[in-house]
């Protein structure tokens, strides 16, 4: 005769991690977009300013790279952004055909209050998981980056 009593656990466990992974960066992105309302940008023009505040001038292919998007893509948004005042195209020294994304004064405002914004909502989020835990996300994160490309 088996036993009747059956040990509950707090939750489902998770099915998949990529479905976990999607609806926490909807979660997030939500979130990001509320903190950062006032600035009146999509999510792919604060990926591509988070991704130039160090202030850095950067190629289309290496900004692509960094926020994750194929350079035709990020046209339109780099059109956008420069059409707003926050980026500049220009030139590298050298090379005609390399294009230089820089931030203008108003742009490196903007990726400042952005890079501000996105420090603390991180901070609050992991708040409680130790380093361990951290750098665990981290290689989950690079193993699903580097699968993809």
């Known amino acids: 005769m088996k036993s009747a009593s059956v040990q509950s656990e707090p939750g489902p466990p998770e099915r998949s991690a990529l479905l976990a992974l999607q609806r926490a ?3 997030t992105l939500q979130l990001i977009a509320a903190e950062l309302a006032g600035l009146e940008l999509t999510a792919s023009e604060t990926n591509a300013l988070a991704n130039l505040a160090d202030g850095r001038a950067r190629t289309v292919s290496e900004l692509g790279t960094g926020t994750g998007t194929r350079p035709t893509t990020l046209t339109g948004v ?6 707003r005042g926050h980026i500049t195209r220009g030139t590298r020294v050298g090379d005609r ?14 990726a400042e209050t952005i ?12 708040s409680g998981l ?3 835990e951290v750098a665990g996300f981290h290689a989950v994160l690079r193993a699903l980056t580097e699968v993809s490309a």
């Open 25 to 27: 960066t909807h979660a």
């Open 78 to 83: 780099l059109d956008r952004l420069e059409r």
């Open 97 to 110: 055909r390399s294009v230089l994304i820089e931030l203008t004064p108003a742009g490196r405002r903007a």
């Open 115 to 126: 890079r501000q914004t996105l420090t603390a909502l991180e901070k609050r989020a992991l």
């Open 130 to 132: 130790s380093a361990t």
